[in-house]
């Protein structure tokens, strides 16, 4: 060090407590990751939701060095492709300029000229908004890359040495981590001599370790958190997956004393004294603000084709000063968010009476229902609800080959009761089990040869004769192949009808309250049809890491189908119906619950127990199962249009064929689009979304007031399901602005490490968020980032209410994370609502926007 | 750019079909025929699955038009009449792959790759075109005539084409560069390892009638060791990918062992079947997934006893079947403990789990190595290669207990300071620089991008 150190007396080390906190102040920069057999949605900015999004978007390009915008060029390219208008621009400016009126009109060189023009002139013309630079550096990164270079690619190594699993169990995964990690570091001959001394000797506890770090670097309170920030964020992947605490014993705590010392004893020891602002202030980078807004002026008049006289030239300058050049990009992200909230904005559709329809279907709130459902209907006579996929029922479900139970609900939610899946044939049931195990330990015979000290030579050798067969046949074959394979599973292991026993796992008054509310929740009350779907998601893909990003989020990256069948089972429970009777909501008995699931992939719909539907209803079912294989053409061939080397203009046969192969190829990187594209969530009746074609880029969840008489099914959509579609939009956003960071990069670099994620290449940081295939294609976004735009159709002040009673929600709406638009009835304007109350915004006196088409609103580069 | 990748996808895809139909009909030539149809087979595989794989990927007719030539530089190799071709048939695959390599994109690891790969086949091939040079300086016309070269020049020879061959299946100590290429797309490890990384097979046995005892000493030494440290290394690496790469060494280190100690044709039967296992791994490593987390399974102590007892007279049964089939009278005998150990681990991993099943799937493990002895000491017998000079038996009975040393060495069971010393040089081996890349692209990944930063 060189500079003196400060007299002794003004400093007492920190306590242990203490140091956990600020371990944990610094970690609010990070969204935990979860593993990859739960993959879902995670909101990668959560921690900075307290901040307004313009402070936010300041912090996290400092720290992070990504953007929460696009470039301003891409928005350029926008408006020249007819993404945003004028329009939008001039709505967007109306919130962000109040020096100036935008309608005043100027007069410069002998003409008159609008205020919104001029800041129109500014955002398409001015010199472009300069992109964010990450600033909190470690002092490693800032004092010596070269060694910063060798430090971090140990401590990747010892991320995934911590977390994966090797063949042989890792020393440093037995017991307390930072003693295991003492012992071994100081025996790691891959480390210099000095380190290894000093690891060996390091501090009995890693908050004495950090303790240590802060008395070296002399830094306290917030430059003490900024100092583990930047650790934190040098690695941002592992210390993500660490910070989750599902995938091995090392803590966040662990993990940053390693850093520390790690730092402290390999850096030079005239490292100069750290500071976390130093690196803002003294960049080699320096901009001149007057200068940059002088030019800014001149390429507004030059836009505009104007001379102007020198007094001129100064309102010129006065009038953009009432739009900070870091504002200009939230000007154009709002406008592109407007633009596309028309698009899907919910019209006008008095209530008729449709009659009785032949059945209803009860599908995921996931954008991806929206197409099906659109299909669904035009296909027969079928009434169709959103409600979140796990059908409100927390259970964890144990099936009948007796594998692990999973949680099948949303992952921040514990399971209620575990249900499970049995059957009166309980030879079956054995042989199934019988089946289960001899798989398992055929995998793991197979796996313990290939994997251990001289057993793989021979084994290699043996083996290649049947892979390389089969590495053929699935390339060109895969759907044969995977049917093959299937056809042999159930001869090993035939499945039986089975049940679910959701009427042992839950009593008789809990089935009756949850039935009662999930019925108000989705707003069906009245009107039962004879048939009424309860419909599932998930997603058949081969060879994907990421395949539980593709299942339904609401049941914790797995599939749908334990929720609707335990769903339909209590639905049909004849003691929970005289229950809700005495609640004022009357089934009828011929109205029959069927689970069902949807293959987002195949886009088929399965009848999940079609032993369990009585012969009453046999014509009814297969009624549905007709429309739903018209649906399955219909909905499969709109989603090839927009899939990466499907066949143009596809017949009926082509679509089935294409859709199953992507389903079972091993070679397939793009098997659907899962949630990309998704931009609002829509919480009202389907009358004012049906007969649109929403493209699969909205979360329908239905919703009548009058259903919901005291509001709290508009309290459980508001607080539960519309913040997880915030997090999916958080993170599909995140993905597509900075797939370097927040994304997890092309899938064909990916290296799988245990359960815990996907590393690039050989090595490096874990990749957190979205492969680019699930955003964009080649070097084109495809996902279009917005914040999520949510409507409402329900009293204002109901609305009002439940955002100021929810913390998370009211954050979220005052420091404008999401859009909240809300309308009492059809008939009434949508209201924004914003930190200072509701504003009605001119969504309907708009330049009508024209009903988007498909092609509109796919048309995405 | 597009259409010129396109043609010179089927152009070279046609000189490679070409180089086969010439050495399996006009020159029946059996090795050379191998090893065409085993580069042709796999590429062809695995540009099929790659215009899936690859679909939208900027990169991909780049991949489809230099893995093409990389098939064709392998099957010249393969279909080589003379030194000369031969050596043509190398450099170009070498280049294929150094060119395959950039497809990592302009990240820093494709740089360490590149780096890495340019010095080992700047030694190899250099190597590789010294010894041909050497070779045409002398009066030798044919690679058969080989053993006419003597004396010093043999040695010589003999040296070079040992560094060539050791390069290619990436060998100690010239094993840097393999790991490394992990930074390239999925498909071209998958290419790599089945198709290029064990040319250095075809390359000893077309220079076996060299009287050399240089080449088997080098060779041999080089492959034991391999198979030692990249067999513990590859057990300690959590990453899929890691783990094949790994493995991959190790495999090729057999392999030249086994080349060196004169077991030509096991040589031969394991390039083959680890080339179609090896291609088919990476291709799945998608699927590397552990699935969700369950119970461990119970590992009582009783049993540990039975189960070692059976595995150990599984493993005694291949060797005897091993000795009734007269294997230990050629050079291949030696690696009989190699299987022997497969049966053991397949018996004791099988005997885990629960169930009558795990006993038919442990007969089924025994049946199968028993059934793999025969074939090995039948296609000895069939193709009594006897090629040059060899080393002896014994150095492949040393790696072997040298292997098993190193596998209980990281394994729970070793004393923890031996652990902790040994685990953690083996979990640094072959690893390359990975910093972290925070200076990156803000409309699209990195491995995309087309400009330099």
Known sequence: MTISPLPPTEKTPPRAVDVRGLVIAAAQALAPQYPLHRFIARNPYAGYEDLPWDIARERIAAEHGTSLVRPESAYRDLYAAGGVNDADLTDALGTLVHDVSLDRVVRWSGRDIRVADVFIADLLASPEAPLPRRTLLTPAERFAPRVHTKIETYLARLGARSLGHAPAPDPLTAGRFWDAWRRSAGRDLTLPVRVRRGVRIAAESPEEAIATAFEHWEVVGDDAVALLRAHLLSLPGWAAAIADGSSGAVTLTDWLAARVTLELLWLPSDTPAWHPNAAATTAAAVVFPAERHAERVAAVADSLALTLADAERAELSRILHALPESCRLEAWHAAAERHLALLVSPRSRPRADRGRPASQVVMCIDPRSEGMRRHLEASGDIETFGFAGFFALAIAFQDAAGGPAIASCPVLVAPRARVHEGSADQAAIERLRRGAVTARTAHDTLEGVAESAASPFAYAEIAGWATGPASVARTIAPVTTARVARNLREIVAPRPATRLDPDVAFALDERIAYAESALRMMGLVNGFARLVVLCGHGATVANNPFAAALQCGACGGHEGSPNARAAAAVFNDPETRRGLDGRGIHIPADTVFVAAQHDTVTDRITILEPWSVPATHAADLAAFEDAAARARIGSGRERLAELPGAPANPTDDVVLAELERRGADWAQVYPEWGLCGNVAMIVAPRRVTAERNLARRVFLHSYETDADPDGSALETILTAPMIVAQWINAQYSASTLSPNRFGAGSKTLHNVVGNVGVVSGYGGDLRTGLAWQSVGVGHGARHEPVRLQVFVQAPLERVGEIVSRSHVVRQLVDNRWITLRARADDDTDWATLTRYGWRTQPLSDAPSPTEPTPKETTAWN | ?453
């Not at chain 2, 030539?69 to 150094?98: D, F, K, Q, R, Y």
Request: aromatic fraction near 8%; charged fraction near 10%; charge should be positive.
């Open chain 2, 1 to 453: 750019m597009r259409s010129a990748s396109v043609a010179a996808t089927w152009i070279a895809f046609a000189l490679a079909a070409a180089s086969l139909v010439l050495a399996a009909a006009y020159a029946s030539d059996v090795v050379g025929s191998i090893f065409a149809t085993l580069a042709l087979g796999v590429t062809g595989t695995v540009q099929l699955w790659s215009i899936r794989h690859l679909e939208g990927d900027p990169r991909a007719t780049r991949f489809f038009a230099l893995s093409s030539v990389l098939a064709s530089g392998l099957t010249v190799t393969a279909a080589a009449p003379n030194a000369i071709v031969l050596a043509i048939g190398w450099v170009v695959a070498s280049a294929a792959v150094i060119a395959l390599i950039t497809l990592g994109g302009r990240t820093t690891q494709t740089r360490v790759a590149l780096r890495r790969t340019l010095v080992a086949f700047g030694i190899g091939d250099i190597a590789l075109v010294a010894a041909v040079v050497t070779v045409t300086a002398t009066p030798v016309t044919s690679l058969n005539e080989l053993g006419a070269v003597g004396g010093a020049p043999a040695l010589v020879v003999g040296i070079l084409v040992a560094i060539a061959a050791i390069t290619r299946a990436a060998s100690v100590p010239l094993h840097g560069w393999l790991p490394a290429t992990l930074a390239a797309p999925t498909p071209v490890s998958a290419i790599l390892h089945a198709g290029f990384v064990n040319a250095g097979a075809l390359l000893l046995v077309r220079f076996a009638p060299l009287e050399a005892w240089t080449t088997p000493v080098i060779v041999g030494i080089a492959g034991g060791l391999t198979v030692v440290i990249a067999g513990s290394a590859m057990l300690t690496r959590p990453d899929v990918k890691g783990r094949l790469v790994h493995s991959t060494a190790a495999q090729m280190g057999f392999m030249l062992l086994a080349c060196a100690i004169g077991a030509w044709p096991l040589a031969l039967l394991h390039v083959v079947g680890h080339a179609l296992y090896k291609s088919y791994r990476f291709l799945a490593a998608g699927s590397a997934l552990l699935g969700e987390p369950s119970p461990s399974r119970a590992q009582d102590a009783d049993t540990r006893v039975l189960r070692s007892g059976v595995a150990s007279a599984a493993a005694a049964i291949v060797v005897v079947i091993a000795l009734i089939a007269d294997s230990f009278s050629h050079p291949g005998g030696a690696l009989v403990p190699f299987i022997a150990a497969t049966v053991w681990i397949g018996v004791w991993a099988a005997t885990g789990g629960r169930g009558r099943s795990r006993w038919v799937i442990a007969a089924g493990v025994s049946g199968v190595a028993s059934g793999y002895v025969l074939l090995w000491a039948a296609v000895e017998n069939a193709f009594p290669l006897a090629l040059g000079a060899a080393a002896s038996p014994w150095l492949a009975v040393c790696v072997f207990v040298t292997a098993v040393l190193a596998g209980l060495a990281v394994s729970p069971a070793a004393p923890t300071a031996i652990r902790d010393y040994v685990y953690g040089a083996a979990s640094g081996w072959g690893t390359s620089p990975a910093p972290p890349s925070h200076a990156a692209s803000l409309t699209e990944p990195v491995e995309y991008e087309r400009s330099s930063r």
